[in-house]
Protein backbone atom coordinates (compact mmCIF):
# COMPACT_ATOMS: atom_id res chain seq x y z
CA UNK A 1 0.00 0.00 0.00
CA UNK A 2 2.46 2.18 0.94
CA UNK A 3 4.38 2.29 -2.39
CA UNK A 4 1.00 2.72 -4.39
CA UNK A 5 0.88 5.88 -2.63
CA UNK A 6 4.24 6.98 -3.41
CA UNK A 7 3.60 5.63 -7.30
CA UNK A 8 0.41 8.07 -6.79
CA UNK A 9 2.30 11.20 -6.00
CA UNK A 10 4.94 10.67 -8.63
CA UNK A 11 2.68 10.41 -11.04
CA UNK A 12 0.26 12.66 -10.03
CA UNK A 13 -2.59 10.38 -9.38
CA UNK A 14 -4.80 10.76 -6.15
CA UNK A 15 -4.37 7.80 -3.82
CA UNK A 16 -7.72 6.73 -4.50
CA UNK A 17 -7.75 6.41 -8.02
CA UNK A 18 -6.86 2.73 -7.28
CA UNK A 19 -9.10 1.92 -4.49
CA UNK A 20 -12.28 0.92 -6.72
CA UNK A 21 -13.09 -0.41 -9.61
CA UNK A 22 -15.01 1.73 -11.77
CA UNK A 23 -18.58 0.86 -14.02
CA UNK A 24 -17.88 0.53 -17.39
CA UNK A 25 -21.01 -0.18 -19.68
CA UNK A 26 -23.44 2.14 -18.01
CA UNK A 27 -26.35 2.52 -20.74
CA UNK A 28 -26.51 6.14 -22.18
CA UNK A 29 -29.84 6.38 -20.70
CA UNK A 30 -31.56 9.39 -18.87
CA UNK A 31 -32.51 6.67 -16.21
CA UNK A 32 -28.75 5.84 -16.01
CA UNK A 33 -27.80 9.52 -14.98
CA UNK A 34 -30.35 9.81 -12.49
CA UNK A 35 -29.53 6.19 -11.10
CA UNK A 36 -25.20 7.72 -11.15
CA UNK A 37 -26.78 11.34 -9.16
CA UNK A 38 -28.11 8.96 -6.63
CA UNK A 39 -25.75 6.77 -6.30
CA UNK A 40 -23.28 10.20 -5.83
CA UNK A 41 -25.31 11.18 -2.95
CA UNK A 42 -25.18 8.34 -1.39
CA UNK A 43 -21.34 8.09 -1.86
CA UNK A 44 -21.08 11.27 -0.02
CA UNK A 45 -23.09 10.57 3.26
CA UNK A 46 -20.83 7.45 3.52
CA UNK A 47 -17.97 9.68 3.05
CA UNK A 48 -16.57 7.20 0.16
CA UNK A 49 -14.51 8.86 -1.77
CA UNK A 50 -13.35 5.72 -4.28
CA UNK A 51 -17.39 5.91 -5.64
CA UNK A 52 -17.57 9.33 -6.23
CA UNK A 53 -14.12 9.42 -8.02
CA UNK A 54 -15.53 7.51 -10.17
CA UNK A 55 -18.01 9.70 -11.28
CA UNK A 56 -15.93 12.42 -11.99
CA UNK A 57 -13.87 13.22 -15.11
CA UNK A 58 -10.61 14.13 -14.62
CA UNK A 59 -11.63 18.14 -15.96
CA UNK A 60 -14.87 17.87 -13.67
CA UNK A 61 -15.26 21.71 -11.84
CA UNK A 62 -17.78 22.66 -9.41
CA UNK A 63 -19.26 26.01 -8.71
CA UNK A 64 -20.77 25.94 -4.89
CA UNK A 65 -23.45 27.33 -3.36
CA UNK A 66 -21.61 30.39 -2.48
CA UNK A 67 -19.84 30.69 -5.80
CA UNK A 68 -16.97 28.92 -4.71
CA UNK A 69 -14.81 26.89 -8.32
CA UNK A 70 -13.34 23.30 -6.87
CA UNK A 71 -11.86 21.55 -9.36
CA UNK A 72 -11.51 17.73 -8.76
CA UNK A 73 -8.95 17.10 -6.53
CA UNK A 74 -10.25 19.50 -4.07
CA UNK A 75 -13.98 17.85 -4.34
CA UNK A 76 -12.35 14.55 -3.72
CA UNK A 77 -10.73 15.82 -0.43
CA UNK A 78 -13.43 17.43 0.60
CA UNK A 79 -15.26 14.17 1.24
CA UNK A 80 -14.04 12.58 4.07
CA UNK A 81 -14.77 16.08 6.10
CA UNK A 82 -18.51 16.43 5.39
CA UNK A 83 -20.62 16.84 8.69
CA UNK A 84 -22.84 13.44 8.96
CA UNK A 85 -26.43 13.78 7.38
CA UNK A 86 -27.71 12.66 3.63
CA UNK A 87 -28.89 14.29 0.39
CA UNK A 88 -32.20 13.48 -0.29
CA UNK A 89 -33.07 14.02 -3.86
CA UNK A 90 -35.86 15.08 -5.94
CA UNK A 91 -37.07 17.01 -8.87
CA UNK A 92 -34.76 14.58 -10.79
CA UNK A 93 -34.44 15.31 -14.22
CA UNK A 94 -31.90 14.15 -16.67
CA UNK A 95 -31.48 14.96 -20.50
CA UNK A 96 -28.97 13.65 -23.05
CA UNK A 97 -27.67 15.40 -26.33
CA UNK A 98 -25.87 12.39 -28.21
CA UNK A 99 -22.30 12.13 -25.74
CA UNK A 100 -23.32 14.36 -23.70
CA UNK A 101 -25.86 15.19 -21.26
CA UNK A 102 -27.22 17.37 -18.00
CA UNK A 103 -28.92 16.43 -14.61
CA UNK A 104 -31.19 19.14 -12.83
CA UNK A 105 -32.84 18.16 -9.25
CA UNK A 106 -33.38 19.22 -5.90
CA UNK A 107 -31.08 18.02 -3.02
CA UNK A 108 -32.75 18.61 0.58
CA UNK A 109 -30.23 18.36 2.52
CA UNK A 110 -30.53 16.31 6.21
CA UNK A 111 -28.33 16.59 9.31
CA UNK A 112 -26.93 13.65 11.11
CA UNK A 113 -30.33 14.39 13.68
CA UNK A 114 -32.46 13.99 10.53
CA UNK A 115 -33.55 17.84 10.03
CA UNK A 116 -33.83 19.46 6.59
CA UNK A 117 -31.30 22.44 6.94
CA UNK A 118 -31.41 23.44 3.21
CA UNK A 119 -32.43 22.96 -0.07
CA UNK A 120 -30.15 22.83 -3.05
CA UNK A 121 -30.87 23.33 -6.47
CA UNK A 122 -28.09 21.37 -8.92
CA UNK A 123 -27.28 20.91 -12.39
CA UNK A 124 -24.54 18.47 -13.13
CA UNK A 125 -23.06 18.28 -16.76
CA UNK A 126 -21.48 14.28 -17.48
CA UNK A 127 -19.76 13.20 -21.06
CA UNK A 128 -20.15 9.31 -21.96
CA UNK A 129 -16.13 8.28 -22.75
CA UNK A 130 -14.94 4.81 -22.48
CA UNK A 131 -18.58 3.25 -21.74
CA UNK A 132 -19.85 5.13 -19.04
CA UNK A 133 -21.09 8.44 -17.82
CA UNK A 134 -18.47 11.09 -16.30
CA UNK A 135 -19.11 14.59 -14.64
CA UNK A 136 -17.79 17.19 -15.96
CA UNK A 137 -18.96 20.26 -14.22
CA UNK A 138 -21.78 20.82 -11.60
CA UNK A 139 -23.74 24.15 -10.19
CA UNK A 140 -25.55 24.34 -7.06
CA UNK A 141 -27.64 27.55 -6.11
CA UNK A 142 -28.69 27.73 -2.40
CA UNK A 143 -32.33 28.14 -2.28
CA UNK A 144 -34.33 30.24 0.50
CA UNK A 145 -34.45 29.07 3.98
CA UNK A 146 -37.07 25.94 4.61
CA UNK A 147 -39.76 27.55 5.78
Known amino acids: M????????LFGLTPWAWSAECPTR???TADALVAI????????????VASVDCIL???FEDAGVEGELSNRNQTLARIPQR??????????KAHIHGEMGYVRGLNTVI???????ARVRFTDI???RDGRW???AGHETLLPELQ
Not at 2 to 9: M, V, Y
Not at 40 to 48: E, F, I, S, V
Not at 111 to 117: C, F, I, S, T, W
Request: glycine letters at 8%.
Open 2 to 9: KNKFWLAI
Open 26 to 28: QAK
Open 37 to 48: EHGWAQALAHHD
Open 57 to 59: ADE
Open 83 to 92: KPGSNQLSEM
Open 111 to 117: NGEGKAV
Open 126 to 128: FVY
Open 134 to 136: LAV
